[in-house]
C-alpha cells in the first residue's frame, strides 16, 4: 500500500566519518533491507607495497589508517621480522605494547565520541575527544606524531621513550582514568543513551559466528575471541582476559569497549612495570624470504596480515584482512528492521572503518 | 611461516570448505596472489586461533567458484578478488561484477600481473 | 523497556560534568593567539643545511612518498612539502646527518 | 573582516583519506582548539556549507561525488584541501586507483601540508581561507592555490 | 473584553516586532556561548548567530523549486503574525494556530521538494507538532480557565496575569513544566532534536532545512529568532506579575534548556510523541483537574 | 408560494431527473442537467430569502405518508431479496410493523403535526444542499464521461445515474425541510435508497458488497428512525410526532432512538464501516452523499433536538461519541494512503466533531457545529472533486502517486491545496470553527482531551498529503491542464466559495451563524454578543499576512531562474541529467531516490484500532441505553 523509501546513506553524510553508501530501503519506517557500495577509498595500497621496499612500506601501511597507524606497522612489521627471523629486543616489544595500548585507547574513545554523536549527544563527544587528546598529547611526545607514530620498524622501534617520560605515561594513565570515570557512566547508564542502545542492532551469536565478525562486535555477541590471548610480542607477558557482552547489542559493544579501556590502561601500566633496560631496536640485515601470516588484536579486531616475499626487497605480495572488512556482513544482518533512526547508531556501533576496508 | 596448508583443486575447493564449516570454524579470509604463470589463493580459517589454510592453484582463465553460499562472509573478499585479479567467480549471493572496489573508469585487474588477464574491453 | 518515568532518577548523568566544565576555565587552546611549545620530538617539517648536504641521493632514495629530488650537477636539493609524510626516514638515511625534523609545523606564511 | 567571513560553514568530505585527516580535522573542532570560535560550523551538508574540507587525495569513484558535492555549494565558497593526499596524492600517489590531488577535480583555495597536518596547521588553513572567502564575495578572482616546492642549493663556496 | 487595540498599542506592538528578533538572536548567541563553555569551549562571539543571518542573505540564492520560496516567507510571516496577535492582546488560542500554522509551512516547505532527507525531516517535523500541539492547546485551555472567562475571548498573557493577582505560575505548576519540555522540541533541542538540530551529526543530515539554502535559510533562522523570543517571552508571561522576576524566571529556563540539551542523546521521534502524549500530558490533565474539583 | 416552492424544492429534481434518464446520452442529457444544478442554486437561494415558512400538509398526508412508506419498503424488501440479506428483510417489515402500529395507535394530536418547516437551521441545510449538491452534479457531466470509459461497463446506465443523482438533491431537501417524523423517515429511508444505488452503480464486486453493507447499517438506523416516530407519536405526554415537537424530557425515548438513527447516518462509530466501503462508488457520488450532504442528515437531527437537551447527561454521551470519532479517525487516516478513504475518514470525524459540539450544547458550541456543518461541506466537496479530477487524470488515487502533480496539474492541484489549506489554515472557515469548537469543550475535559488528539492528528495527515502533492522539481513554466468544462467550472466554483466564505467569515458569523445558534436556543441575539467578541479581529492581519508573504514570493520568484536550481542533497552521489532525483548506487546502477510517506502503519493499524474503538463507541452506546433508562 506505502511505496518504499529508498535512499542513499552516503557516501557524503554528516554521521558518516568516512565514505560508504548504504542503498537503505525503508518500509514505512522500517528499514527492509541496506545494500553497501564501497570503493569510495580504494586506493590499491597492497599493489603499492609490492612496489615499495619493505622498509618503505611500514610508513605505507600505516597509512593503512591514521585511526590504529601504529597496529598496522606492529602486525606487518612482525611478519617481516618472523620472515626474516630477527628476534626483536624484549624493551622494543613492551614499547610496542604501550603505544598499541595507547592507540586502543585513543581509538575507542574517538569511537566513543563518535557513537555519542551519532545519536546527537554533541556534548558527550565533546568531552571524550577533550580526553582523547591527552592520549594524543602523550603519544606526540613520545613518539613524535599525533596519529601517526611512525615508530615500529622491522628490529623494534625507532625511538626509546626515555625514564622522564615513562613518568609522564604513567601519570597520563591516572588522568585518564580520572577522567573516563566522569563520563563513562553516561555512556552506561543514561537513560537516553540506553534508549538508543540497548535491544539496537542485535547480533546474535550464531549470526556473529556465521558472518565470521571480529574484535569487540564479536565480544559484544558472546564471542571468545580477542588475539592478544594469542601472546603474540610481549603480550606473552601478560594474561589478557577477553572482554564478553552476550546481548550482541549496540549497548554490549559499548559495554565491551568500555572495559577495554580500562583494560588498556592496566596493560599500558603493567608493561611500563616489566620494561626491561637495553636496546630497543636492532639492525637487520638481508630480505624477507617465505610466506607468513601475521595477526594482530586491533581496536576493532584481529587484523591479518599475509606476506610473501621472494628474497629481494620488493614482497611479491602484501596483503591485509582488516577488521572492519570482516564485521561489514554482520552490519548488514543488523540493520534490517531497524528504525531509520537507529541506522547511525548501528553503523557506527561497529566502529567502522572503511579506510583500511578498501586500502 | 606458514604450516598448515591443504592444497584443495577446484573440483574439491566446495566439499572441502563444507567440511570445515561444519567444524565451525570461521573463515577469515581468502588471499589472491598473482604468481605470474598461475594464480594462488589462500583461503584462510580460524578455530582457537590455530589458522587452517586450504591452497588452491587457479590456472589463467579458470572460474572460481564461490563460497558465500557456504560463508556468507566471504561475499566481500570474492568480489574484491573478481575486481582486482580479474577472475570470475561464479555463483556469489550478492554480484557486484566487479564493481564493488572499482568504478567505471578504473583500471581492470589490476592487481593481476599478467596484461592478459585483464578481461577484454 | 519499562516507561520513561520509572528511569528518571539515571537521567541528566552528564550534567555533574557539564558543570564542572561551567566552572573552569575551558580547554581550548587559543591558537593562534596563544602558541604553546612543541613537542621536542615532533615531527614538524623537515629543513636541512645545505652546506653539509653532499648531494648524494639516498635521502630522496629512501624517501617512500617521492618527496625529495637530488640532482648531482647542478647540485640542488628539492623537498616538496605537499608530498612529503613527514616519516624522518631521510633524516635517519643521510649519512651526513645534514636534515632536521624541527618540531613547529611549517607555516603557512613561511 | 566582515560577517560574511565571521560564519564560515564546513562541510567536509573524505575522499581517499587514511582517516588521519579526518580526525585531526575533527580534533580541530572539539574543545582543544574549537574552530568554532571563528564562527566555523560543521553542517554536514553542501547546501549550507560555505567551505569545503576535503581530505585525502581522488579516486575513480569519488572524483565525480567530490564534484558534485563541491557543485551543491551556493557561491561565494572556498576549498581547503587538509594534507598531502589532498594536494598530491602524498604516500599514495603511485597507487593505480589514485588520481592526484583534488585539483585534478575542483578549484582548490588553500592546500595545507603534512601527514596529518596538526591541528595548529589546519586553523592556519581556515584563517588563510575566511580572508579568500572575504576577496571571493567581493567578487575578486583569486585563482587557485599554490604548492611550492622547497629547492636548495649549496652556498656559492668563496 | 478585547475591545480594539489602542493607538499605543498598535506602536507597541511594532517595537515588539522590530525588537523581537533582536532579542531571539542574542539569545542563540548566548545559546551557542552557554553551550561551549558546557562543553568547555571558548565558543563563537555573542553576535554569532546575527553574523551567521548576514552571511546567508549575501549568498547566492540556491533553490530546487520556486515553492519553496513561498513557504519560507510564510513560516516566517506567520511567526511575525503571531506575536502581533499576542501583543495586541487578541485570542491565546487563535495565536497558537497561528503559530502552528508557521510551523506547518516549514513543513510543507520541506516536503514540497523530493530531496529524501528533506521530506523525511518534514514528516520528523510534524510528529513534532503532533508530540508538542496537545501540550499547548492544554496550556492555553488552562490559562483560560486560571483567568476565568467564559469563553475564549484573550487578551495579553502579562496583563491576564496581572489582572488576576497572582503570578499564572501558581496555579499552573504542572502546566508550565510541559510547556517547558515543548520549548525544547520547538527549538529543536535534545533529546527532541529529531527534525533538524545544531548538533553538527544527524541522521536526516539538516532535515526539514536541508533545501534551503543562503537567503532562505536566513529567513528560516530570522524566524528561529522571532520563536526564541515568543517562547520565553511566553515564560516571562508565567511571573507578570512582576516581569522582573519572569525575566529571571526565564533566564532560569533558558540555562535548564541547555543544560538538558548538553545532558541528552536525541531520542526516536517516536519515542518523543509517545513520551509527550504520557507525561507532559498527564501533567497537564492533572493540572486541570485541579480546576474541575 | 410555500406549497409552490415545497414541491419545487421537493420534487422538482425528481421530474428533471427522470427526464435525464429518458434523454439519450448526450448534450440533450447534459444540458438538463446543467439546467437543474443552476435551477436548483436560483431555487435555493431563491427559497432561502423568502424566510421563514410552515406548511401543513392536508389530512391526506397521514394515509399518503403510509402509502408511500409502503412502497419505499418494498423496493427495500426487493433489493434485500435480490442481495438475498435477510437481516434487512426482517429490518424492513419490522419497520412496516412500526408504521402501522403508529397509524393505528397514535394520538389524535400527532396527526396535526403533518409539517415541513423552514427555519433558519433548515435553510442552512437546504442552501448547502442545493448549492454545494448541484455544482456537484453539474461536475459529475464532465465526470461521467470520462468515468464511463475508465469504469467496467455496468447496466445501470449513466442515465439512471444522474436521475437518482439529481434526484437525491429533492430527497434530501425533504428531509431537512420535513418535521413530521413519519416523513421524515421516509425521506431518510429515500437518501439512503439513493445512496445504495449510486455505491453499486459500478457493479462491480465490491461495489455491490458495499453497497449491500450501506443499505444493512442504513436501514438498522431507520429502524431506530421508525420507532422514533412511533415512539414519539404515541407518547404519554407531548406525543406530536413532529421534530420540533421533542423539546422535553419526556420524549427522551425517542430522541434516544433518533440519535442511534443520526449515528449512522452520520457514520459515527461505530457505525463507520459503511461510509469507508461507499468510496468505491464514483467520486461526485462521494462528494454529494458521503461528505456534504447527505451525511450531514445525521449531525443535522442531532443539532435540532440539541438545544432542548442541552445539559442533560444524556447528551453528555452522545457528546463523547462524537469526540471519541473524531478522534479514532484523525488517527485512522493518519495511516491511510487511499486519498477518498483518508478524506472518508475525515468527513466522519468532522461529523463526529459537529455531533460532540451538538452535544455540549452551549451556544457557542451550537455555533461551531453549524459553521463546521456548511464550511465542511464546501471543502469537502471541493476536496472530493479535486481528487476525482486528479484520478481521472493520473489513474490513481494513491496519495503516494500524487507527487509531482503540481506540474501535471497545475490548475487542480492549486485548487486542491486551496482545499486542504482550508482545512487547518486560518482564516478558513474550518479551522476557525475547530477553534470555536476548541473553546467549546473547554469545559467538557473528556471531550476536551479528545478533540485536541483529534486535531492534533489532523494537522498530521492533512499537511502529509498537502506536502506530497505539491512536491516537484523545478519547471519554468507551467502549463495548465486540459479538463472538461463541467468539472473545471464546479472546481472553481467551489474554491471560490472556499476562499470567499473565508474571507466573509466575520460577517457570516455576526449575521448567519450566531443568530441561528441563538434562534435555536430561543435566545435573542444580542445575548449572544460575547460570541461576537471571540472571532473578533483575527480575519485581516492572517489575510494581510498571506498576501505579503505571497507578493514577496512573486517578487524572489522572478529573479530565480534556471541557474538557481541545483541539484537535490543525495549524499552527493547525484546522477546529473534531467531526472535530477538518481543516485548512483550500488554496482554502479542509477536508482531513483523516493521518500515514501510515512504511515505509522505499526501504530496506526487500522484493523485493531478499529476493533477497539468500535469496541469502545459499542460500549459508550450502550451507556446511552442506561443513562436513559436511569432517567
Ligand atoms: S579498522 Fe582499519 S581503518 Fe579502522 S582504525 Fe583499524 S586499521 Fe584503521
Ligand atoms: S642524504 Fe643527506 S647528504 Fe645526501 S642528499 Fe640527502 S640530505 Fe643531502
Ligand atoms: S653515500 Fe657518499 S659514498 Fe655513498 S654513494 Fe652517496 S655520496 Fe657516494
Ligand atoms: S623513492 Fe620511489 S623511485 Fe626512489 S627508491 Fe623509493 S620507490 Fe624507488
Ligand atoms: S620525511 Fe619522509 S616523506 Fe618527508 S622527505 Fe623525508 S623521507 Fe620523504
Ligand atoms: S595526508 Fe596523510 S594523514 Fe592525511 S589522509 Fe593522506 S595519508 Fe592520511
Ligand atoms: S530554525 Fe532550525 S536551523 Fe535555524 S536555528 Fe532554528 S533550529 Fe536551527
Ligand atoms: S518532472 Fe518531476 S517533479 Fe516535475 S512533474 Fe515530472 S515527476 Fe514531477
Same mark, same amino acid.
Given at each position: ?13 554528516? +554521521? ?40 618503505? &612500506? ?59 554523536? &551519532? ?101 559484544? &555477541? ?6 592478544? +590471548? ?130 | ?121 | ?110 | ?21 579526518? @580526525? ?49 555549494? =551556493? ?15 602524498? @604516500? ?9 590531488? @583534488? ?12 601527514? =596529518? ?5 589546519? @586553523? ?29 642549493? =649549496? =652556498?656559492?663556496?668563496? | 473584553?478585547? /475591545? ?25 548567541? *548566548? ?160 533529546? *527532541?532534536?529529531?527534525?533538524? /538540530? ?26 528561529? *529568532? ?68 | ?196 444505488? #449510486? ?331 460575547? #460570541? ?100
Amino acid at each position: 500500500m506505502t511505496r518504499q523509501t529508498i535512499i542513499p546513506f552516503g557516501p557524503q553524510h554528516p +554521521v558518516l566519518p568516512e565514505p560508504i553508501q548504504l542503498k537503505l530501503v525503508l518500509e514505512d519506517k522500517k528499514v527492509v533491507g541496506a545494500i553497501p557500495s564501497i570503493g569510495y577509498i580504494h586506493r590499491g595500497l597492497e599493489k603499492l607495497a609490492q612496489q615499495k621496499d619493505y622498509i618503505q &612500506s611500514i610508513f605505507l601501511i600505516e597509512r593503512i589508517c591514521g585511526i590504529c597507524s601504529f597496529l598496522h606497522s606492529m602486525a606487518y612489521c612482525q611478519g617481516i621480522e618472523e620472515m626474516m627471523n630477527v628476534e626483536v629486543p624484549p624493551r622494543a616489544n613492551n614499547l610496542r605494547i604501550i603505544w598499541a595500548e595507547m592507540h586502543r585507547i585513543h581509538s575507542h574513545l574517538l569511537w566513543m565520541g563518535l557513537l555519542a554523536d &551519532s545519536f546527537g549527544f554533541e556534548s558527550l563527544f565533546m568531552e571524550i575527544w577533550r580526553c582523547r587528546e591527552t592520549v594524543l598529547d602523550i603519544m606526540e611526545e613520545t613518539a613524535g606524531g599525533r596519529v601517526m607514530l611512525g615508530v615500529c620498524t622491522v628490529g623494534g622501534v625507532r625511538r626509546d621513550i626515555p625514564p622522564e617520560l615513562i613518568k609522564k605515561v604513567l601519570a597520563t594513565c591516572d588522568e585518564l582514568q580520572a577522567h573516563f570515570d566522569h563520563f563513562i557512566p553516561s555512556i552506561l547508564n543514561d537513560y537516553s543513551v540506553k534508549q538508543r542502545t540497548v535491544g539496537v542492532g542485535v547480533l546474535t551469536k550464531e549470526v556473529a559466528l556465521e558472518r565470521g565478525v571480529v574484535g569487540p562486535v564479536a565480544r559484544a &555477541s558472546g564471542v571468545v575471541m580477542d588475539h592478544r +590471548v594469542a601472546k603474540y610480542g610481549a603480550y606473552a607477558n601478560f594474561d589478557v582476559e577477553p572482554q564478553i557482552e552476550q546481548d550482541g547489542d549496540c549497548y554490549a559493544r559499548s559495554k565491551v569497549r568500555v572495559r577495554e579501556l580500562y583494560q588498556s590502561l592496566d596493560l599500558v601500566r603493567q608493561s611500563v612495570a616489566t620494561l626491561p633496560e637495553g636496546e630497543f631496536n636492532i639492525p637487520v640485515k638481508g630480505n624477507p624470504d617465505g610466506e607468513v601470516i601475521s595477526r594482530v588484536e586491533q581496536p576493532r579486531g584481529e587484523v591479518l596480515y599475509y606476506l610473501r616475499g621472494n628474497g629481494s626487497k620488493f614482497l611479491d605480495r602484501m596483503r591485509v584482512r582488516t577488521p572492519t572488512f570482516a564485521n561489514l556482513p554482520g552490519l548488514l544482518a543488523m540493520i534490517p528492521g531497524c528504525e531509520l533512526s537507529d541506522v547511525p547508531v548501528i553503523i557506527l556501533s561497529i566502529d567502522p572503518c572503511i579506510s583500511c576496508t578498501e586500502r | 611461516m606458514i604450516t598448515n596448508i591443504i592444497p584443495v583443486t577446484l573440483d574439491t575447493l566446495l566439499s572441502k570448505v563444507g567440511e570445515i564449516f561444519l567444524q565451525k570454524y570461521r573463515l577469515i579470509t581468502i588471499s589472491c596472489t598473482d604468481l605470474g604463470e598461475y594464480i594462488d589463493v589462500l583461503y584462510h580459517f580460524d578455530k582457537n586461533y590455530e589458522i587452517t589454510n586450504l591452497r588452491l592453484r587457479l590456472e589463467r582463465g579458470q572460474e572460481v567458484p564461490s563460497i558465500s553460499s557456504i560463508y556468507f562472509s566471504a561475499v566481500i573478499v570474492e568480489n574484491e578478488i573478481q575486481d582486482l585479479f580479474g577472475v570470475p567467480v561464479k555463483g556469489l549471493v550478492l554480484d557486484y561484477g566487479g564493481k564493488m572496489m572499482l568504478a567505471e573508469a578504473s583500471p581492470k585487474a589490476p592487481q593481476a600481473n599478467c596484461p592478459a588477464a585483464a578481461p577484454a574491453e | 523497556m519499562p516507561p520513561a518515568y520509572c528511569l528518571m532518577p539515571i537521567m541528566f548523568t552528564f550534567v555533574r560534568t557539564l558543570f564542572r566544565n561551567l566552572s573552569r576555565k575551558p580547554a581550548t587552546r587559543t591558537y593562534p593567539f596563544t602558541q604553546r611549545e612543541p613537542f621536542a620530538n615532533f615531527r614538524g617539517h623537515l629543513t636541512i643545511d645545505p652546506a653539509v648536504c653532499i648531494y648524494c641521493g639516498i635521502c630522496a632514495k629512501r624517501c617512500p612518498a617521492n618527496a625529495l629530488v637530488v640532482a648531482k650537477s647542478p647540485k640542488s636539493w628539492t623537498l616538496d612539502p605537499y608530498k612529503c609524510i613527514l616519516c624522518s626516514y631521510c633524516v635517519e638515511a643521510c649519512p651526513k646527518k645534514c636534515m632536521t625534523m624541527r618540531p613547529e609545523h611549517q607555516r603557512k606564511d613561511a | 573582516m566582515s560577517a560574511f567571513s565571521k560564519s564560515p560553514w564546513v562541510v567536509h568530505y573524505n575522499c581517499n583519506s587514511c582517516n588521519g585527516c579526518d @580526525i585531526e580535522l575533527l580534533a580541530c573542532l572539539t574543545p582543544m582548539y574549537d574552530l568554532e570560535r571563528f564562527g566555523v560550523l560543521n553542517v554536514g551538508n553542501p547546501k549550507h556549507a560555505d567551505v569545503l574540507v576535503v581530505t585525502g587525495s581522488v579516486n575513480h569513484r569519488n572524483a565525480p561525488v567530490l564534484k558534485n558535492v563541491y557543485d551543491q555549494i =551556493p557561491d561565494p565558497k572556498v576549498v581547503v584541501a587538509l594534507g598531502v593526499c589532498t594536494s598530491t596524492g602524498g @604516500i599514495f600517489a603511485e597507487c593505480y586507483n589514485v588520481l592526484g590531488g @583534488i585539483d585534478k577535480v575542483i578549484p582548490v583555495d588553500v592546500f595545507v601540508p603534512g601527514c =596529518p597536518p596538526r591541528p595548529e596547521a589546519m @586553523i592556519d588553513g581556515f584563517v588563510k581561507a575566511l580572508g579568500i572567502l572575504e576577496e571571493k564575495r567581493g567578487g575578486k578572482d583569486t585563482g587557485s592555490a599554490e604548492k611550492p616546492t622547497i629547492t636548495l642549493f =649549496p =652556498p656559492a663556496v668563496e | 473584553m478585547s /475591545s480594539s487595540p489602542t493607538f499605543l498599542q498598535y506602536f507597541l506592538t511594532l517595537v515588539v516586532v522590530l525588537v523581537a528578533p533582536l532579542i531571539g538572536g542574542i539569545l542563540n548567541g *548566548f545559546d551557542r556561548k552557554i553551550t561551549s563553555r558546557l562543553q568547555s569551549r571558548i565558543g563563537p562571539p555573542l553576535l554569532q548567530p546575527f553574523y551567521d543571518v548576514f552571511k546567508l542573505l549575501q549568498k547566492k540564492p540556491m533553490v530546487l523549486n520556486r515553492i519553496q520560496i513561498m513557504y519560507a516567507y510564510l513560516h516566517l510571516a506567520f511567526m511575525i503574525l503571531t506575536i502581533v496577535i499576542l501583543a495586541l492582546g487578541q485570542d491565546l488560542l487563535m495565536a497558537l494556530f497561528i503559530h502552528a500554522f508557521s510551523t506547518i509551512a516549514l513543513v510543507i516547505g520541506g516536503m514540497s521538494v523530493r530531496s529524501p532527507y528533506s521530506r523525511i525531516g518534514g514528516q520528523r517535523q510534524i510528529m513534532q507538532m503532533l508530540a508538542y500541539e496537545p501540550v499547548l492547546v492544554f496550556l492555553v485551555i488552562g490559562i483560560y480557565r486560571v483567568v476565568g472567562m467564559q469563553s475564549g475571548t484573550g487578551s495579553f498573557l502579562a496583563s491576564q496575569a496581572m489582572s488576576l493577582g497572582q503570578p499564572l505560575l501558581i496555579p499552573l505548576p504542572l502546566m508550565f513544566v510541559s510547556f517547558f519540555i515543548a520549548i525544547l522540541i520547538k527549538l529543536h533541542k535534545s533529546p *527532541f532534536d529529531v527534525s533538524t /538540530s545544531h548538533h553538527m551529526h544527524q541522521e536526516l543530515v539538516k532535515g526539514v532545512t536541508l533545501e534551503y539554502s543562503g537567503p532562505f535559510l536566513a529567513l528560516i533562522e530570522i524566524t528561529h *529568532f522571532y520563536e526564541t523570543f515568543l517562547l520565553f517571552a511566553l515564560i516571562a508571561c508565567f511571573w507578570g506579575t512582576n516581569l522582573l522576576v519572569g525575566a529571571v524566571l526565564a533566564a532560569v529556563c533558558f540555562f535548564g534548556m541547555l543544560v538538558v540539551d548538553n545532558a541528552c542523546a536525541r531520542l526516536t521521534p517516536v519515542w518523543m510523541v509517545r513520551f509527550m502524549w504520557t507525561v507532559p500530558m498527564a501533567m497537564c490533565l492533572c493540572n486541570m483537574v485541579w480546576f474541575y474539583l | 408560494m410555500t406549497p409552490l416552492l415545497l414541491s419545487l424544492l421537493v420534487v422538482a429534481p425528481v421530474v428533471f431527473g427522470a427526464l435525464a434518464w429518458f434523454l439519450p446520452d448526450g448534450k440533450a442529457r447534459k444540458g438538463v442537467v446543467a439546467f437543474s444544478a443552476i435551477f436548483m442554486i436560483a431555487l435555493g437561494i431563491f427559497t432561502a430569502t423568502q424566510g421563514a415558512f410552515h406548511y401543513e400538509l392536508g389530512s391526506w398526508a397521514g394515509p399518503a405518508s403510509l402509502l408511500l412508506e409502503a412502497a419505499i419498503m418494498a423496493l427495500v424488501l426487493g433489493i434485500a431479496v435480490k442481495v438475498r440479506s435477510w437481516p434487512i428483510g426482517i429490518m424492513v417489515i419490522f419497520q412496516l410493523v412500526v408504521a402501522v402500529a403508529e397509524h393505528v395507535m397514535a394520538h389524535e394530536g400527532a396527526e396535526h403535526g403533518v409539517l415541513f418547516i423552514l427555519d433558519p437551521l433548515s435553510t442552512i441545510l437546504m442552501l448547502t444542499v442545493s448549492v454545494v449538491g448541484s455544482v456537484i452534479v453539474y461536475y459529475a457531466i464532465g465526470y461521467m464521461d470520462v468515468h464511463a470509459h475508465h469504469a467496467p461497463p455496468t447496466n445501470a446506465g449513466n442515465g439512471r445515474f444522474f436521475f437518482i443523482l439529481i434526484g437525491f438533491l429533492g430527497m434530501m431537501n425533504g428531509l431537512v425541510l420535513a418535521d413530521n417524523l413519519r416523513w421524515l423517515t421516509i425521506f431518510w429511508e429515500a437518501t439512503t435508497l439513493c445512496s445504495f444505488l #449510486l455505491i453499486g452503480h459500478d457493479g462491480t464486486e465490491i461495489a455491490r458488497a458495499n453497497a449491500k453493507r450501506a443499505l444493512l447499517i442504513n436501514t438498522f438506523g431507520a429502524c431506530g428512525m421508525s420507532l422514533a416516530s412511533f415512539t414519539a407519536a404515541t407518547a404519554a405526554v407531548g406525543a406530536t410526532g413532529t421534530l420540533t415537537g421533542i423539546t422535553t424530557a419526556h420524549l427522551i425515548i425517542p430522541m434516544a432512538f433518533l440519535c442511534l438513527a443520526a449515528f449512522t447516518k452520520s457514520a459515527q462509530l461505530p457505525f463507520q464501516s459503511w461510509l469507508l466501503g461507499a468510496m468505491v462508488a464514483p467520486t461526485p457520488v462521494s462528494a454529494l452523499l458521503h461528505s456534504a450532504t447527505m451525511v450531514k442528515a445525521g449531525s443535522y437531527l442531532v443539532l435540532r433536538l440539541a438545544p432542548a437537551f442541552a445539559g442533560e447527561r444524556f447528551m453528555v454521551v452522545v457528546a463523547v461519541v462524537g469526540a471519541f470519532t473524531f478522534a479514532v479517525t484523525s488517527a485512522l487516516a493518519v495511516s491511510q494512503s487511499n486519498a477518498k478513504k483518508v478524506l472518508a475518514y475525515s468527513t466522519i470525524g468532522n461529523l463526529g466533531l459537529i455531533v460532540a459540539c451538538a452535544g455540549i450544547g452551549t451556544p457557542l458550541a451550537y455555533t461551531a457545529a453549524l459553521m463546521i456543518l456548511c464550511f465542511h461541506a464546501i471543502s469537502k466537496g471541493l476536496l472530493f472533486l479535486c481528487v476525482g479530477t486528479i484520478e481521472q487524470q493520473i489513474g490513481s488515487r494513491d496519495i503516494e502517486d500524487m507527487g509531482g502533480i503540481l506540474f501535471k496539474l497545475p490548475m487542480t492541484t492549486t485548487i486542491t491545496m486551496i482545499g486542504q489549506a482550508s482545512m487547518l489554515i486560518p482564516p478558513f472557515g474550518m479551522l476557525m470553527s475547530k477553534w470555536l469548537a476548541m473553546e467549546a469543550s473547554i469545559q467538557h475535559p473528556v471531550m476536551l482531551v479528545l478533540v485536541v488528539l483529534g486535531a492534533a492528528l489532523t494537522v498530521f495527515f492533512w499537511c502529509k498529503w498537502l506536502g506530497r502533492i505539491q512536491t516537484a522539481s523545478f519547471h519554468s513554466h507551467y502549463t495548465m491542464e486540459k479538463l472538461p468544462t463541467a468539472m473545471l467550472v464546479s472546481v472553481v466554483i467551489l474554491a471560490v466559495g472556499v476562499v470567499g466564505s473565508a474571507l466573509a467569515i466575520l460577517p457570516l458569523f455576526h449575521h448567519v451563524f450566531v443568530p441561528v445558534a441563538a434562534g435555536a436556543f430561543k435566545l435573542s441575539p444580542s445575548t449572544l454578543a460575547p #460570541l461576537n467578541d471571540v472571532i473578533g479581529f483575527v480575519v485581516w492581519p492572517v489575510v494581510i499576512t498571506i498576501v505579503v508573504a505571497l507578493a514577496l514570493t512573486l517578487l524572489t520568484r522572478r529573479k530565480i531562474t534556471e541557474a538557481h536550481v541545483s541539484m537535490p542533497f543525495l549524499c552527493g552521489e547525484n546522477v546529473k541529467g534531467t531526472e535530477s532525483y538518481l543516485f548512483r548506487g550500488p554496482m554502479e546502477q542509477t536508482t531513483e531516490a523516493w521518500a515514501g510517506t510515512f504511515y505509522f502503519l505499526s501504530i496506526f493499524d487500522e484493523t485493531r484500532i478499529t476493533q477497539w474503538s468500535n469496541l469502545v463507541a459499542g460500549l459508550l452506546l450502550l451507556t446511552l441505553l442506561g443513562v436513559i433508562k436511569v432517567l
